[in-house]
Every structure is written in C-alpha cells, then in structure tokens.
T-cell receptor, first 108, second 117 residues
Framework: LAKTTQPISMDSYEGQEVNITCSHNNIATNDYITWYQQFPSQGPRFIIQGYKTKVTNEVASLFIPADRKSSTLSLPRVSLSDTAVYYCLVVNDYKLSFGAGTTVTVRA | GAGVSQSPSNKVTEKGKDVELRCDPISGHTALYWYRQSLGQGLEFLIY????????KSGLPSDRFSAERTGGSVSTLTIQRTQQEDSAVYLC???????????????FGAGTRLSVL
C-alpha cells in the first residue's frame, strides 16, 4: 500500500473551513484516494473517495491535482461534532491500512 | 440491520482464556473484513470473507486466531489462549459486492475492545 503523510493535528473554530492535505508521492495508477473519519470509541466512517480532479458530497470535498501525489480534504463550516481523527488512505484493494491520521479539534 | 453490529462491545478476559467476537454485517453485504486497531499501531488487516469463504487470511497474526462466517452473514473471530498483546479494539467491516477496480468502501462496526489481563 502506498504510504501517506498527513499532519498530526489541526485546530479550528466553529463555522470555519478545514482543509487537510495528504501527501502520497508513490501512488499507483490503480490506487484510489479515500478518507475516513473516526470518533472516540467508534469504528471508522467513510467520508469520500476520489481518483482525480474534484469530488464533492454532502459532507466534504476532495481535491486531487493532476499528478495525484497529494490530495486535500475540505470540510466546510465545521461544527464541534466534526472533532475527530481523519485518515487518508490510498487503496486499490480491500486491505485498508490507517496510519496515525489527523486529529481535528473544533473549538467554539 | 441498519449498520454493522459487533458484540460484545467490551470484553475483559484472563490470559490463556479463549474469546469469541461476533460481527453482524449490513444486510446484503457479501464481503466482510476483520481488523485490529491498537494504540500507536493504526489499523491492521486480519481476514477477508467473500460469502462464507475466506480467500485472504494473510493478516491473522498466529494460529491462535481463527474466523468463520456462516450463511453469508454473521462472522465470529475466535482467539484461543489469549495473550496480553492481543489487547486491542477488534473492528469488523462489510462492503457491498466484490472489491474491484479501485478501493472498496467499507462500513465499520463500533468494535469490540478486548482487554487481556
């Protein structure tokens, strides 16, 4: 699995946009970029997945440049309930592997 | 059911005892996965089921670990002669159909927190 690098932590305030950038320099042609969210004492929850350009759903947007060596997860107008760990993965099969993730803390 | 259900949510056992962890996947999901999540270790793949078959058991850490799935639905992960290093959160996930092409979107349960004393 391609390794990813993302910030260990980020702080934000309610109503702000949070952007988390993930580096995946050795991403392979068949790899998809996938983000999961995890709250304490819960299992990871799928947020968004993309291959190239931009993907948007009701929760977040994912921006992927042409070289696909990085990606940015954008969470619009965060609330306190968005405080969680966010994991960036590059996957081309079923063996998901999470690193330490980015702990996002949203303050009032 | 509405989501992946795991039981028990917490299990405390003594070293050397056997434990069984249960996973009830989302109805209609043919693929089922077990993972282990330890502090500082991230998420570790254990085993993958497609229907009742386990084409990939490569992540099982030792022969003390086994898993089965019956009726294409419920799965049980069994750990025999538990050791303290088995303490972790055991997560189950399921997905619709066979992972193909890009990455599969997996839906996780809340996990079973296993503590081996």
């Amino acid at each position: 699995l391609a390794k990813t690098t993302q910030p260990i932590s980020m702080d934000s305030y309610e109503g702000q946009e949070v952007n988390i950038t993930c580096s995946h320099n050795n991403i392979a042609t068949n790899d998809y970029i996938t983000w999961y969210q995890q709250f304490p004492s819960q299992g990871p929850r799928f947020i968004i997945q993309g291959y190239k350009t931009k993907v948007t759903n009701e929760v977040a947007s994912l921006f992927i440049p042409a070289d696909r060596k990085s990606s940015t997860l954008s969470l619009p107008r965060v609330s306190l309930s968005d405080t969680a760990v966010y994991y960036c993965l590059v996957v081309n099969d079923y063996k998901l592997s999470f690193g330490a993730g980015t702990t996002v803390t949203v303050r009032a | 059911g509405a989501g992946v259900s795991q039981s028990p949510s917490n299990k405390v056992t003594e070293k050397g005892k056997d434990v069984e962890l249960r996973c009830d996947p989302i109805s209609g999901h043919t693929a089922l996965y077990w993972y282990r999540q330890s502090l500082g270790q991230g998420l570790e793949f254990l085993i993958y089921f497609q229907g009742n078959s386990a084409p990939d058991k490569s992540g099982l850490p030792s022969d003390r670990f086994s898993a089965e799935r019956t009726g294409g639905s419920v799965s049980t992960l069994t750990i025999q002669r538990t050791q303290q290093e088995d303490s972790a959160v055991y997560l189950c996930a399921s997905s619709l159909g066979v992972p193909a092409g890009g990455g599969s979107i997996q839906y996780f349960g809340a996990g079973t927190r296993l503590s081996v004393l």
